[in-house]
């Protein structure tokens, strides 16, 4: 199957490519590993609102840019390669989820994450050991046009900039996203730790009021929404660990042509190529299976969760092998502070357990191969 990109998504790969090099700079992760958790500044995030990436898989409909969920993986998979902060990736999902749904005041809360006048984040997982909305627990409970939601939310990412999170919540035996205000009465927010700085949280909700124009998708189709959402955030994820894996290879490869051992490249040892040979491989396959999940989750959002497993688990392993790898052929430089080794190492390990781990997907997949 022919997976190139087209010519329209090569010139917004290099428009992307050449702003991140221009404009984002490694040493601000670096520096978010002591005074953490990492930010991006005002500026950066306002030029990325101005350019329309919020909202490029987006419908037209909806005042977005309506291009292939791919084109959004394929500048995950550029923010990955240069450590941008995964904000990107949850403004991406936040504006998927609210562009199937336009119940309520939520085309409004669209235009206005689209726009930057708002941030919406997203609070899916929980403390029970596992993952994916199908071990959701929060409980909501609706009477008439209004309810309360009681439960608690991790790895909640960038909730300090959050003007409100859609949380995944058990409603009528059902999973749903629904909306809720960072100020809201009952909510609690406490900062987590991620080992590569980047910015987490948990949510404490008792008796959080909403009312049900706040269910993303009404009542009917508020479990499809939330499903739909989770498999694009795992996407994203996974090309984000694609940049990742990639970046490690490639700065491993122009280490091993330079660094000399007994008057030759380590580049030239068996050793050496053959498991960068390994990481190449390992790198193709998830590229083919992250291209093939935005497909399918494009073609078939209800029915794509065996592609967006297998690219999710293959990637978690690639990323954390290529990342080792780079730090043990880059031998004693490989552990230094300066070196981006370690800020690669750190994100694979990071987000091979963000919205589930290979067990987790490869689980999954099996659950669905023995029907």
């Given at each position: 199957?022919?997976?190139?990109?087209?010519?329209?998504?090569?010139a917004?790969?290099?428009?992307?490519?050449?702003?991140?090099?221009?404009?984002?700079?490694?040493?601000?992760?670096?520096?978010?590993?002591?005074?953490?958790?990492?930010?991006?500044s005002?500026?950066?995030?306002?030029?990325?609102?101005?350019?329309?990436?919020?909202g490029?898989?987006?419908?037209?409909?909806?005042?977005?840019?309506?291009l292939?969920?791919?084109?959004?993986?394929?500048?995950?998979?550029?923010?990955?390669?240069?450590?941008?902060?995964?904000?990107?990736c949850?403004?991406?999902?936040?504006?998927?989820?609210l562009?199937?749904?336009?119940?309520?005041?939520?085309?409004?809360?669209?235009?206005d994450?689209?726009?930057?006048?708002?941030?919406?984040?997203?609070?899916?997982?929980?403390?029970?050991?596992?993952?994916?909305?199908?071990?959701?627990?929060?409980?909501?409970?609706?009477?008439?046009?209004?309810?309360?939601?009681?439960?608690?939310?991790?790895?909640?990412?960038?909730?300090?900039?959050?003007?409100?999170?859609?949380?995944?919540?058990?409603?009528?035996?059902?999973?749903?996203?629904?909306?809720?205000?960072a100020?809201?009465?009952?909510?609690?927010?406490?900062?987590?730790?991620?080992?590569?700085?980047q910015?987490?949280?948990?949510?404490q909700?008792?008796?959080v009021?909403?009312?049900?124009?706040?269910?993303?998708?009404?009542?009917?189709?508020?479990?499809?929404?939330?499903?739909?959402?989770?498999e694009?955030?795992?996407?994203?994820?996974?090309?984000?660990?694609?940049?990742?894996t990639?970046?490690?290879?490639?700065?491993?490869?122009?280490?091993?042509?330079?660094?000399?051992?007994?008057?030759k490249?380590?580049?030239?040892?068996?050793?050496?190529?053959?498991?960068?040979?390994?990481?190449?491989?390992?790198?193709?396959?998830?590229?083919?299976?992250?291209?093939?999940?935005?497909?399918?989750?494009?073609?078939?959002?209800?029915?794509?969760?065996?592609?967006?497993?297998a690219?999710?688990?293959?990637?978690?392993?690639?990323?954390?092998?290529?990342?080792?790898?780079?730090?043990?052929?880059?031998?004693?430089?490989?552990y230094?502070?300066?070196?981006?080794?370690?800020?690669?190492?750190?994100q694979?390990?990071?987000?091979?357990?963000?919205?589930?781990?290979a067990?987790?997907?490869?689980?999954?997949?099996?659950?669905?191969?023995?029907?």
């Amino acid at each position: 199957m022919d997976f190139q990109l087209s010519d329209d998504q090569l010139a917004i790969q290099d428009a992307v490519a050449k702003f991140f090099q221009e404009e984002w700079n490694s040493d601000i992760r670096r520096d978010a590993l002591d005074d953490g958790p990492v930010k991006i500044s005002d500026e950066i995030w306002q030029q990325i609102v101005e350019m329309g990436w919020i909202g490029i898989a987006v419908s037209e409909e909806h005042g977005g840019s309506g291009l292939e969920l791919l084109t959004a993986a394929m500048l995950a998979e550029e923010g990955g390669q240069v450590l941008f902060p995964s904000k990107l990736c949850t403004a991406f999902t936040t504006a998927f989820a609210l562009d199937q749904c336009q119940s309520g005041d939520t085309a409004a809360l669209l235009t206005d994450h689209m726009t930057g006048q708002q941030f919406v984040s997203l609070a899916v997982d929980e403390a029970n050991g596992t993952f994916g909305p199908e071990n959701n627990a929060t409980a909501a409970t609706l009477a008439g046009d209004g309810g309360t939601i009681s439960g608690e939310k991790i790895l909640v990412p960038d909730a300090e900039c959050a003007d409100c999170f859609l949380v995944a919540v058990r409603l009528n035996d059902s999973g749903a996203l629904v909306k809720v205000a960072a100020d809201a009465p009952g909510l609690t927010i406490t900062a987590m730790q991620r080992i590569d700085g980047q910015s987490i949280s948990s949510l404490q909700l008792a008796d959080v009021p909403f009312s049900s124009d706040d269910i993303l998708g009404g009542t009917d189709d508020a479990d499809q929404v939330l499903l739909r959402t989770y498999e694009f955030w795992t996407t994203l994820i996974s090309a984000d660990l694609l940049g990742v894996t990639t970046k490690a290879l490639e700065m491993t490869n122009e280490y091993a042509k330079v660094r000399q051992q007994f008057n030759k490249p380590i580049g030239s040892f068996q050793a050496v190529s053959h498991r960068l040979a390994d990481v190449k491989v390992a790198e193709e396959v998830g590229r083919s299976l992250l291209y093939g999940a935005c497909l399918a989750l494009q073609e078939n959002p209800d029915q794509c969760f065996p592609q967006v497993s297998a690219a999710k688990a293959w990637l978690s392993d690639a990323a954390a092998e290529a990342t080792e790898a780079a730090l043990q052929l880059h031998g004693g430089i490989g552990y230094t502070w300066e070196l981006d080794v370690h800020l690669l190492l750190r994100q694979a390990r990071s987000h091979a357990v963000y919205l589930g781990d290979a067990a987790y997907h490869r689980k999954r997949i099996g659950n669905f191969i023995t029907g």
